[in-house]
């Protein structure tokens, strides 16, 4: 499958999450996000500028475009692992880490909140705290940075040659 087959088929699919979506499906549609994505960022720099304040682009298209693919980019992922023999939901892993890297870290902060509200010396509890937050974030970066590299294996993978239980093998 080529560059334009597999943009038009994965918006085809936009919807799709059963199925399976053959390696270069998969990846040159994801090359496809990348390249617009890249065009528009320098699209969105050019007709809006750069904010004088951060020095960064203004970007209006780009996130606008990254949303609209984002259903068929995750489509595309779910049916490339079943073509691997995976299920879909391990795509979710990282954004599963992501949430529960949230709840730590607010419940962290509204737990030590509580204790130095009822702590004698409250400067003696910003140290363990901050030793905490940093050594959990420092696990999460690691834990993501693993989670990055088996997703990429995964969807790199070569497909089943037979049929699976998410479908005949795509041609």
């Known amino acids: 499958m080529g560059f334009i087959e597999a943009t038009k088929t994965c918006l085809a699919k936009y919807f799709v999450f059963s199925g399976r979506a053959a390696r270069s499906e998969y990846w040159w549609f994801a090359l496809f996000v990348f390249v617009v994505s ?25 996130p606008i475009f ?65 030793l905490l937050g940093v050594t959990g974030l420092m696990v999460v970066a690691v834990l993501q940075l693993i989670l990055l590299l088996l997703m990429i294996w995964w969807l790199s993978r070569p497909s089943q040659e037979v049929t699976n239980e998410y479908g005949p093998p795509v041609v």
């Open 38 to 62: 890249v065009v528009f960022a320098v699209i969105d720099t050019s007709l809006f500028g750069v904010n004088p304040d951060t020095g960064e682009g203004v970007q209006v298209l780009t």
């Open 66 to 130: 990254q949303l609209a693919v984002a259903i068929p980019m995750l489509a595309a992922g779910w049916r490339r692992l079943h073509d691997t023999g995976r299920p879909g939901w391990y795509l979710l892993l990282p954004a599963a880490l992501s949430i529960v890297t949230m709840i730590m870290l607010f419940s962290g902060v509204a737990v030590f909140s509580v204790l130095e509200q009822g702590a004698d010396d409250p400067e003696a509890l910003r140290g363990p705290a901050a």
